[in-house]
């Protein structure tokens, strides 16, 4: 193939997508959860809005975004909201079932979070020096379990 045909490829396939499609490609690894696995409306409303119906919901290292039938969710700021929530949620047996939830849905995100900061922090580094950013900042290390 000619030099010109290498660079001239990828405007091809480029021009055949759409923007869902490019997003889908470019997303990576994903983990399938629905609303109720984020507990109870009145807890999950502040990040995933108001319930309709049981929606499916998509953790992937993208932003959070709310389409009508569909929301996908950051996977940081996934294991930031279900830590919060397991936190401040009093400790009684009436929680315990709740508590449970929250933390099965933590341990399936965290195996995605894991896979995309142990690749980000086993690369080599790009800069060096006084104006380096650490990579720690960016994933930063999240426990395992809640």
Do not use: W
Request: proline share 9%; charged share 15%; with cysteine.
């Amino acid at each position: 193939m000619t030099r010109f045909g290498f660079i001239f490829l990828p405007i091809v396939f480029l021009a055949n997508c759409t923007r869902e499609s490019m997003l889908k490609a470019l997303a990576g690894p994903r983990v399938f959860l629905y609303y109720d696995d984020f507990g109870p409306e009145s807890m999950a409303s502040h990040l995933l809005g108001p319930r309709a119906g049981n929606t499916p919901i998509t953790i992937y290292h993208g932003g959070t975004r709310r389409t009508p039938g569909h929301t996908h969710v950051n996977a940081l700021q996934a294991m930031n909201y279900l830590r919060h929530q397991h936190r401040h949620l009093p400790r009684i047996a009436e929680n315990e079932p709740l508590r449970q939830k929250l933390a099965n849905a933590y341990s399936r995100i965290y195996v995605l979070y894991r896979h995309r900061r142990d690749a980000m922090m086993g690369a080599p580094g790009g800069t060096y020096g006084r104006m380096g950013i650490n990579r720690a900042f960016i994933l930063p290390p999240m426990p395992p379990s809640l």
